[in-house]
């Protein structure tokens, strides 16, 4: 089985999880821009978190055997704060970068005025720079943030197949279904859907243009709950043909607009701009005195390599 998990926050993660996914059939995954919990109070921060989704964290992924792209925007909760509105000003030199493959999250979190030019903005440069969107739609009466989500993605330059509508539940599918939209799902413990209501959504509405995710972050979240998805979707009696369609192919589909996804592993260097992920030497770094001191850098290796000997290693 193949799982490629569309929104979920890799840098809130250790590589145990990284391990844990891999050995549950995910392959590759996209990491949205997106509230950290602190809020910021300068772009500079931003602008430093930007670079590690499109360089630490995509290294990161690779050594345990994982594909990383990301998306890259000024979340709608922090488009509230003025001293963060400058980021706007500065994303086309990130929606450039190869990694992204969409300008997300956008949308809503408590639909404000910000909020509206922050989105409208942000779907503008999305259609300037031939990318599609990821949306975020709010915790609380997510009917009617989804409405006037439809409504300023119609007013854009932006078309609605290239629009990706998250956190859907059973009150907003049908209506982001009918607009034309693709459907992001979380799969989130207690505040978004589970698997069951995963299972009976699919069953009414079929997988069309149907994205499932874990939305894990660094709150209580499960970044298995893709694979667990799969699980109760081939027990309740679908394919495993659409599994695949859910879990990789609509992925595949929507992130592949940008021109960019490229799901290969190539080898990666032992450390990233002179980092590694390693905390401390190898078990298979020699004694000293035996030609090489502890601590030196080791070769370059496959990704399945070195996501074997380093999978224990983080602390």
């Not at 290239?162 to 693709?182: M, P, Q, R, S």
């Not at 589970?194 to 149907?210: H, I, T, W």
């Not at 699980?231 to 495993?240: H, V």
Request: charged share 25%; aromatic share 8%; with cysteine.
């Amino acid at each position: 089985m193949r799982i490629f998990d569309p929104h979920i926050h890799m840098t809130s993660r250790t590589t145990d999880d990284y391990e844990a996914m891999y050995d549950s059939g995910v392959r590759a995954v996209v990491e949205p821009a997106f509230w950290l919990g602190q809020p910021r109070t300068s772009p500079a921060s931003f602008f430093d978190y930007f670079d590690a989704l499109l360089g630490w964290e995509p290294f990161r992924a690779a050594k345990y055997g994982i594909a990383h792209h990301c998306t890259i925007a000024l979340n709608p909760k922090e488009a509230n704060d003025p001293r963060c509105v400058p980021v706007l000003d500065e994303l086309p030199r990130y929606l450039v970068k190869d990694h992204v493959v969409a300008v997300g999250e956008i949308g809503y979190d408590s639909m404000t005025p910000a909020e509206d030019t922050a989105l409208a903005a942000q779907l503008q440069l999305a259609a300037e720079y031939a990318l599609p969107a990821l949306v975020h739609t709010p915790h609380r009466d997510k009917l009617a943030g989804l409405r006037r989500t439809l409504d300023v993605v119609r007013e854009s330059a932006l078309p609605l197949d290239h629009v990706l509508i998250d956190h859907l539940n059973e009150t907003t599918v049908k209506e982001a279904k009918d607009g034309g939209c693709w459907l992001g799902f979380s799969v989130y413990p207690d505040t978004k859907m589970d698997e069951e209501r995963m299972v009976a959504v699919l069953q009414e509405y079929g997988p069309e243009k149907v994205l499932v995710n874990s939305a894990a972050d660094w709150g209580k979240s499960d970044p298995l709950k893709t694979r667990k998805v799969a699980d109760a979707l081939l027990k309740a009696g679908f394919t495993e043909d659409d599994v695949d369609q859910v879990l990789w192919r609509n992925p595949v589909a929507f992130y592949g607009l940008s021109g960019r996804l490229d799901l290969d592993i190539a080898g990666t260097d032992a450390t990233h701009e002179g980092n590694s992920i390693l905390r401390g030497v190898p078990k298979t770094a020699p004694e000293p005195g035996t030609g090489t001191e502890p601590g030196a850098a080791s070769g370059t290796g496959t990704a399945s390599e070195t996501r074997t000997q380093t999978a224990t290693t983080e602390a």
